[in-house]
């Protein structure tokens, strides 16, 4: 029988552990796991907690560890936890206890919902799983794009960039935009038109700019993330990160304003230089039609299926959601926000029609 330290108490109840654990995410505990070769104590974060598994990022070394349910002896936290019969999150709920912490069932091969105020795991689904990603792959383009250019700056477009299908602005070699407006074309209009000027300003190349794209992810600790091209075609070969890397990299991103106020536009209208007049609408559906969604990316190729990140905000509290090669990922998102807003005790109302078509988006 597994022990559970609460300030000295030992609590016998196997039931509660996980869900004990799931009201005390974001604080620092010692593990002590019992394995065949003797006890060993891991301390660091909790970050997710599962009937099968802990996450925690350890105090030591920094690296996020996986400590099996099985091998657990007991716990202690460093400091007052929450518990069941005392939490206010759950004085808050008009739902029994175990009622509030059941998991909706998620079609998604791969997802994740990340706090998005403390980088925690609130939910995964095999969020380690390295897989394609298409036009999530725009996160990181745009992301270097900001950091390293004006957004004012003219940027002229070249034959190969305006040749580049099958989701365009659509650019016209030999024009001129701003950066501004190639940023809001990436992402609210997903052109890989605008993924190769911006790459081509950036770095001068394509694959010198892939170059960049690798070293800011290797500097930000996505180590399973892999990039080849900057818009996400799966050419010339797929672009592959995990749900877990990808919900690290919005939330990184979402910490730039810039960052943050383009991918959460609904709609952007721009004349080029030559007179072209274009009208971005923003792809992702729920930022249109669901109040507490603030920016999102959507992607799709047939060998990653469709891939959706979404970023939400409520009451103070963010949550980062990221579905890979999920068929029903509006419908997925917008149940694991729900789960989350509840889990935190925070009440969210969902318009019936968030799915609905937006005008002018083509898919």
């Given at each position: 029988m597994t022990n559970f330290s609460k300030k000295g108490e030992k609590v016998l109840e196997q039931s509660f552990i996980e869900n004990i654990l799931r009201l005390n995410l974001g604080k620092v505990a010692s593990f002590y796991m019992h394995y065949e070769d003797g006890e060993k104590v891991f301390r660091g974060l909790l970050t997710q907690a599962s009937t099968d598994h802990y996450i925690i990022e350890e105090t030591s070394s920094g690296k996020t560890l996986i400590l099996p349910s099985v091998y657990l002896k007991y716990i202690v936290f460093d400091e007052k936890i929450n518990y069941p019969g005392e939490s206010s999150i759950f004085k808050r709920l008009a739902r029994p206890f175990e009622k509030a912490l059941r998991q909706p069932p998620i079609s998604a091969e791969s997802a994740i919902v990340l706090d998005g105020n403390?980088?925690?795991i609130v939910f995964e689904q095999n969020a380690f799983a390295e897989l394609p990603i298409a036009s999530l792959t725009k996160l990181m383009t745009a992301i270097l794009a900001i950091e390293a250019t004006n957004l004012n700056d003219p940027v002229t477009i070249s034959a190969e960039a305006a040749g580049q299908s099958p989701s365009s602005c659509p650019l016209v070699a030999g024009d001129t935009l701003t950066m501004r407006d190639l940023l809001y074309c990436l992402l609210l209009r997903s052109g890989n038109d605008a993924a190769w000027a911006i790459a081509e300003y950036v770095a001068g190349s394509v694959p010198a700019f892939v170059s960049l794209m690798?070293?800011?992810?290797?500097?930000?600790g996505l180590n399973q993330t892999v990039f080849t091209n900057p818009s996400g075609l799966d050419i010339p070969s797929s672009n592959l990160s995990t749900a877990y890397d990808l919900a690290r990299l919005m939330r990184y991103g979402l910490t730039n304003p810039n960052f943050r106020k383009?991918?959460?536009?609904?709609?952007?209208?721009t004349t080029s230089k030559l007179g072209n007049e274009y009208n971005f609408v923003h792809k992702h559906r729920l930022l249109h039609n669901v109040y507490y969604v603030i920016g999102g990316k959507t992607g799709f190729t047939r060998r990653a299926g469709r891939t959706l990140v979404t970023a939400a905000e409520q009451d103070g509290q963010e949550f980062i959601v990221v579905t890979l090669n999920d068929s029903n990922d509006w419908e997925d998102t917008v149940n694991l926000l729900e789960y989350a807003f509840a889990l935190y005790g925070i009440t969210v109302d969902t318009?019936?029609?968030?799915?609905k078509?937006?005008?002018?988006?083509?898919e």
């Open positions: 403390t980088g925690s690798n070293q800011k992810a290797k500097a930000l383009i991918i959460g536009t609904k709609t952007y209208q318009p019936s029609d968030f799915a078509p937006i005008p002018g988006a083509t």
